[in-house]
């Protein structure tokens, strides 16, 4: 009850018009940082840091989360209109995003996307609200074993992206692991593949490649099939935005996504990038159709929407409760916290309660203010389906250019931008799914770190001796091979329907 | 197997990379002109791919640093490498013996070519003559290579593009955009 009228209290005092003012300007600025590739929701608050100073703690807090919580639904919109994910959970939103944007669905996928974000954000908040010391609990008992076995489970969902080849999923996956291990060796600081190089002794950094592989790889490709007057469909017809109906209709898909999104956020570097993989793999499997997936289902773009903004609020849970970050933007707000003379953990609670209910509160009223926004801006962004392709293409370049440059200010990045964009064609022209590079890239140095550590800690055989990790195994295991089997399963009896 | 290891960490780094590019180059020779010509880009990239491996796998015994408690540096690389190894294994026996689908048509791999030629210039550009005229000539020339008929829009495009990047990254995020050894040994 004392959680219930705090929380009323702090809604009542973010209410006037300089907290709106305030919460509304992070929110744009949260959008903004999102969409550009380059400026990741961390680069975006820790720009906005220096600006706080002069504010009071709370209302510091209740900027930099409303730019956080923003931050993850910005990424969606080039994700969706260029297939150039802003932020790297944002990746699991193009895999259907850009296919329905291709389909001249941009504003359906759009739509989709602001609900789903704006829902995942609901849940994430409350959850966090109400269960935010017992989950801290939970992720605390976890040891390297567990999450090694969490990063192989995250794998696992490759046997579903693939499209029917399994194989091909697994090697671009195993691709994307070793990509992973270039540069120091994370445990004993021994160079790996780096050639002497300097620039690679911190590994590839991530925006780049991402930008490259899936995003001029795409270009590459469309300009190969190079017919661009049969691919302007958007050109003709009006927009249409998803109904209540096709909202109502993906209820349940929103709502498992930011649950799991929630769950996943809570675990320190398990971050938004894994949990969207996951509840993009269980939607697949899931869904009655899951052969649409990637070709521009909707539930595809609210599974990774969804769950990439309810895992904000799970990350804000072990920042709040016990002092650890559960991602590199919790970290930078965490930083943010400490400027201010106000310290993460428990007595954060206890201490400072009125900073905490004005926190919740202000990701509840940032929500409502990124919906809002969300449906006037969208309106905006489809017209970049509409620009002819001949000149949306080179801005693409242009874009993914400028935005691997911005990450770390050298020339380098934008030479992997490019180097890992002629892989990525190659392999998509071959077949290769691209997902499972990304998904190994981003789960590599979890599965090394831990795997690493537990094995220090308790031998080879680590993490088969404790009951969570050999249970996640096992469903990792399963859920590898059932898709595999139901596959060749479908086959054989189409085959069979063939002879016939 | 000493000597090995301080082959692969000096002259190997080089030489092993290169033998597996010239493998690649070779079996696409090879399947070009024989009887898997249908096959040959795939062939091509799946031996690129257990190349990949079997350089990663073998530049693993140049690492140097110290063991502690059986986890070592190489261990994962290893495992990854071993792995992509043998499933690239697999696909290109099925591509040898034609149970994969033949390769997909050839497109306009000119313009993608010229494409990736262009970007490349940019990026050799970009150090001497600085961002600005180089993305403005970059996004011009490219819409032009596209077959973009309208000249005049596209130039303003250009312009557009360049005026942007200077407001949002150069002044707003702050990010220093090379302004090129050229006019920085100019004065300007």
């Keep these: 009850m004392d959680s219930l009228i705090g929380l009323f209290q702090a809604a009542r005092d973010l209410m006037g018009l300089q907290p709106l003012l305030l919460i509304t300007f992070g929110v744009i600025v949260g959008i903004l940082a999102g969409a550009m590739p380059g ?164 590994g590839f950094e991530f925006i780049p490649m991402l930008i490259g592989m899936l995003a001029l790889s795409e270009v590459f490709m469309e300009v190969e099939r190079f017919d661009f007057r049969a691919q302007r469909v958007s050109d003709t017809g009006k927009a249409k935005w998803p109904s209540i109906a096709d909202y109502w209709r993906l209820r349940m898909s929103m709502i498992r996504s930011s649950l799991i999104g929630t769950i996943v956020g809570i675990f320190p570097g398990a971050g938004a990038t894994i949990a969207a993989f996951i509840s993009y793999d269980v939607e697949k499997r899931l869904s009655k159709t899951p052969e649409k997936f990637g070709k521009g289902a909707p539930e595809g773009v609210v599974a990774g929407e969804a769950a990439n903004s309810a895992s904000v609020g799970g990350a804000l849970v072990p920042m709040l409760t016990l002092g650890i970050p559960g991602s590199a933007t919790a970290a930078v707000l965490m930083g943010a916290l400490m400027i201010h003379d106000l310290q993460p953990g428990p007595e954060l609670f206890t201490k400072n309660p009125e900073v905490v209910y004005r926190l919740f509160a202000a990701l509840l009223i940032g929500n409502v203010i990124m919906l809002i926004l969300g449906l006037g801006g969208s309106r905006l962004w489809i017209n970049v389906t509409r620009v002819r392709k001949e000149l949306l293409f080179p801005l693409i370049f242009a874009f993914a250019m400028i935005g691997s440059y911005a990450v770390n200010s050298n020339m380098w990045d934008v030479m992997v931008c490019v180097g890992f964009g002629i892989v990525g064609y190659i392999l998509k022209r071959n077949g290769y799914p691209l997902p499972p590079f990304v998904l190994g890239m981003v789960l590599g140095n979890m599965a090394e770190q831990n795997l690493r550590r537990a094995i220090m800690m308790a031998g080879p055989t680590a993490i088969f001796q404790r009951p969570i990790s050999v249970a996640m195994l096992a469903v990792a295991a399963l859920s590898f091979l059932i898709p595999i089997m139901s596959a060749r399963k479908k086959r054989k009896a189409e085959q069979a329907g063939l002879d016939a | ?109 000119d313009k993608v070519l010229l494409l990736m030629a ?71």
């Design chain 1, 39 to 202: 400026v990741s929701p961390s680069m975006g608050v820790a720009l906005m840091v220096p600006f706080t100073y002069a504010m009071s703690p709370s209302l510091a807090l209740v900027y930099l989360a409303a730019i956080y919580l923003a931050a993850n639904y910005g990424g969606a919109i080039t994700a969706i209109m260029i297939n150039t994910p802003g932020t790297p959970s944002a990746v699991v939103t193009a895999f259907d995003g850009y296919p329905l944007s291709a389909q001249g669905r941009a504003s359906e996928a759009l739509g989709m996307a602001l609900i789903a974000s704006f829902l995942g954000g609901a849940i994430g908040t409350i959850v966090l609200m109400l269960f935010a010391g017992p989950l801290a609990n939970i992720a605390l008992k976890f040891w390297p074993a567990e999450y090694f076995s969490l990063s192989v489970l995250g794998l696992s969902t490759i046997a579903s992206m693939g499209g029917g080849n399994a194989l091909k999923s697994v090697i671009t996956a195993g691709l994307g692991l070793l990509v992973c291990t270039v540069g120091m060796d994370p445990v004993l600081g021994v160079s790996r593949f780096t050639f002497g190089n300097v620039h690679l002794f911190d």
């Design chain 2, 1 to 109: 197997m000493d000597r090995f290891s301080s082959w692969v960490a000096g002259q190997g780094q080089v030489v092993l990379p290169l033998i597996g590019a010239s493998i690649t180059l070779l079996s696409w020779v090879l399947a070009r002109t024989g009887s898997m010509r249908k096959y040959a880009g795939r062939i091509a990239v799946d031996t690129g791919l257990v190349c990949i491996g079997l350089v990663a796998y073998a530049l693993t015994y140049g690492f140097r640093g110290m063991r502690f408690a059986g986890a070592s540096a190489e261990m994962v690389p290893r495992l990854w490498a071993g792995l992509l190894v043998v499933l690239a294994l697999v696909r290109l026996l099925r591509a040898w013996t034609g149970r994969e689908d033949p390769d997909p048509e050839v497109g306009r791999v």
């Design chain 2, 118 to 188: 262009l970007l490349a210039a940019k990026i050799v550009c970009i150090p001497w003559v600085g961002y600005y005229i180089t993305a403005g000539l970059f996004v011009f020339a490219c819409g032009l290579l596209l077959g973009y008929p309208h000249r005049a829009r596209l130039a303003l495009v250009s312009a557009i593009w360049v005026a942007f990047s200077y407001l949002v990254f150069y002044r707003l995020l702050t990010v220093p955009l090379p302004t090129g050894q050229l006019f920085a040994g100019l004065g300007w």
